[in-house]
């Protein structure tokens, strides 16, 4: 449901293999839900369609729509500065960064690859496996629970086991003893954002825009929300993805590498899309100790948690907004955000006029719109005090790449603001 184009490889199952091609198979929907609830918002599961334009799939949004918090619209083509925080509009024209692009004079981190397997894991085994004859077959095709517009019914998972790349990038030079700032990227080596990831750290870094610092690129668990392996990792509103890493990634990688990563939150970051950008704001969120900085590309702050969890009935949308469907006994809730006293976490997060919007049908449930998802987000934010910076971006659809390759020097910059660049030793 969360796609990343770069990531298809990664997200299907060998049975499904040999029937991707199928035109049987059921692909998102991207419009209004049959019998869906638009005209009456005080009713349970109501989606808002105020400012979008419905002739395109997804629908295209209005970033001046009403209930949008109020936005700088910038030049077209300007990104906005890495000294400024709040609300900004770009596009409709993507020019790629030029620190994204690869130059021959400057020195290249090193890299090295690992692979993790469930059986060797505590907290992620056995893992989660969705039987499927096509990619997101099962997804595209489910009803929700009578009544419940909000909980999926999803028969075709099972305990499996899941096997994933670990790519590790250390910056040129960096061969002593001190400890390293580092980020955790989620859906790591997914096509050539991993690449251009580092590429951009090669290049600020010799420049002295940004301090040396390391990359544990973390492959997903495989295929794709509800009933996967991926959305147990990243669409649980939990601290289980952090403490994975922080117990079973981080010691593998200081003891293959003899490498010290930083116990410092402060130099410590976590970035990810779609649902692995969702997942790096809960790292921050339910483990502040470990984590400060968090960078997402069109995060999925909406009801992707499965198995549904009646003390979170939302899922991520929770984060920003209240549960969108009808009374629930001894639960009130206007956010964990808006209840909860003020974390520190800084966040740079985009999404697009084009990002997703209820590419299931059998979800009509008022929380599967990523923009207003987001746009959220940005509301709840700015009321707490939040240090943020976020991007709608005109001209761009879910995980946008050239979005990505336009922002990402800048976005890199914002998040790392304030923290001490340190020498190479």
């Known amino acids: ?35 869906a609830n638009t005209t009456d918002p005080s ?33 077209d083509g300007q990104v906005p500065s890495t000294a400024t925080d709040g609300n900004f509009i770009i596009g409709a024209t993507h020019t790629v960064a030029p620190e994204t692009i690869a130059q021959p004079q400057v020195a290249k981190g090193t890299i090295t690859t690992f692979t993790l397997t469930s059986t060797n894991s505590l907290l ?16 595209y095709g489910a009803t929700h629970v009578p ?52 590429t951009t750290l090669d290049n600020l870094i010799a420049q002295h825009r940004l301090p040396p610092m390391a990359v544990i690129s973390i492959a997903n668990g495989g295929q794709d929300a509800q009933g996967s392996e991926r959305g147990r990792e990243y669409d649980t509103v939990s601290g289980a993805y952090a403490e994975w890493v922080e117990t079973e990634v981080l010691p593998f990688v200081e003891a293959r590498l003899k490498v010290r990563l930083t ?28 984590y400060h900085r968090v960078l997402g590309y069109s995060p999925t702050m909406v009801n992707q948690q499965w198995p549904h969890d009646p003390s979170l009935p939302g899922g991520a949308w929770n984060f920003h907004s209240p549960w969108a469907g009808g009374p629930i006994p001894n639960f009130t809730m206007n956010g964990l955000i808006p209840d909860s006293p003020r974390k520190p976490i800084r966040f740079w997060f985009e999404t697009g006029d ?12 008022g929380m599967h719109d990523w923009t207003m ?7 709840v934010l700015a009321a707490k005090g939040y240090q943020y910076q976020f991007i709608f971006s005109h001209n761009a659809h879910h995980v946008d790449g050239p979005t990505e390759l336009q922002t990402l020097p800048e976005a890199l910059q914002w998040l790392w603001r304030g923290y001490p660049a340190q020498a190479v030793d």
């Open 43 to 75: 009713a349970p599961f109501f989606i808002d369609t105020t400012g979008l334009d419905l002739s395109t799939q997804p629908p295209t949004r209005d970033p001046f729509n009403p209930n949008y918090p109020p936005a700088t619209q910038l030049p």
């Open 354 to 365: 084009q990002d997703l919007f209820y590419p299931a049908l059998g979800l009509p449930d």
């Open 263 to 290: 116990s410092n939150p402060d130099g410590r970051a976590a970035m990810g899309f779609s649902s692995s950008a969702a997942a790096a704001f809960s790292m921050a969120w339910f483990h502040p100790e470990l």
């Open 1 to 35: 449901m969360n796609k990343l184009p770069a990531l298809i490889g990664s997200l299907l199952v060998s049975v499904a293999t040999a029937a991707v091609a199928q035109t049987t198979c059921p692909t998102q929907n991207n419009t209004i839900p049959p019998g």
């Open 147 to 198: 009544g419940d517009n909000s909980n999926l019914i999803e028969l075709a998972s099972h305990p499996g086991t899941w096997t994933r790349a670990v790519d590790v990038y250390i910056p040129a030079g960096f061969h002593g003893e001190s400890e390293l700032p580092f980020i955790v990227m989620g859906d790591g080596g997914a096509g050539s954002f991993e690449t251009t990831l580092f």
């Open 373 to 379: 998802a987001n746009e959220n987000m940005a509301k």
């Open 124 to 139: 992620f085994n056995p893992g989660e496996v969705r039987d499927e004859p096509c990619l997101d077959a099962v997804i």
